[in-house]
């Protein structure tokens, strides 16, 4: 998660740009969020703002430069694709990348609910240059590839008793802190700068000595979740992660 806590905690400066913006940074980009998955009629409609090729596998990343490596994962399954960044396409800003109709099938993803995550893979990796062979966009790349896997956080405890089914719950994590003033402080300036957002629903956790997290939900949909990460966005966070409990 990727956010800009000098900006929101002393300035709330939030900048508005109708033009794609390019993501310049150092550390490769991570991100769990929903995937969008493409249909016809949001082009159609004006929703998404170019075309793919739903029956292949394609990917596009608003933010990230045309050509860049990113490994998608469905973390229920633990299946995953490398696949290249076609162009940019813009889309709505709730989701972290658009994704063809192939791409979800080859990730089993429930479309209810296509969680995702996302590693970019620089092109310095040793895996693409010795081992992995280079596909067109359009074909598929083995998840066998030997690439650092990023795991998704276990937010809620885990429950007994295998055989019962678990519902899917969808959280929000707003930040990782060493203090648990600052986790308390971020928490107020919310209540006081977004008096829309009920919070009841935040949640510190203090997860060990040295980190605490702010967690709002849990959410049992897509749309449930989706007002309140407009609403914390317009706060001032740049990138707010969804995770579910496993």
Do not use: W
Request: glycine residues 4%; aromatic residues 10%.
């Amino acid at each position: 998660m990727r956010f800009k806590i000098i900006i929101f905690l002393l300035t709330l400066t939030v900048a508005c740009a109708p033009q794609l913006t390019t993501l310049n940074q150092k550390e490769p980009y991570v991100a769990n969020g929903f995937a969008y998955i493409y249909n016809v009629s949001d082009f159609n409609n004006k929703i998404i703002k170019g075309k793919m090729n739903n029956e292949i596998l394609q990917i596009s990343h608003q933010n990230l430069k045309t050509g860049t490596f990113l490994k998608i994962s469905n973390p229920k399954n633990k299946k995953s694709l490398i696949l290249k960044n076609i162009k940019r396409i813009r889309y709505p800003d709730f989701y972290k990348i658009l994704i063809t109709g192939a791409v979800a099938k080859e990730l089993k993803l429930d479309a209810n609910l296509p969680i995702i995550e996302i590693i970019e893979i620089k092109k310095n990796k040793s895996f693409i240059a010795k081992e992995a062979k280079t596909y067109n966009e359009e074909k598929k790349i083995s998840s066998k590839a030997p690439v650092e896997s990023i795991q998704i956080s276990n937010i809620s405890k885990e429950k007994k008793g295998k055989n019962k089914k678990k519902t899917d719950l969808i959280y929000i994590l707003l930040g990782s802190f060493y203090s648990l003033d600052t986790a308390n402080f971020l928490k107020q300036r919310i209540s006081k700068d977004v008096p829309e957002f009920n919070i009841k629903k935040l949640i510190i956790k203090k997860k060990n000595n040295k980190e605490t997290l702010v967690i709002s939900g849990p959410y049992n949909s897509i749309n449930s979740v989706k007002n309140d990460y407009i609403l914390l966005k317009t706060f001032g966070f740049e990138e707010l992660d969804l995770y579910l409990n496993e």
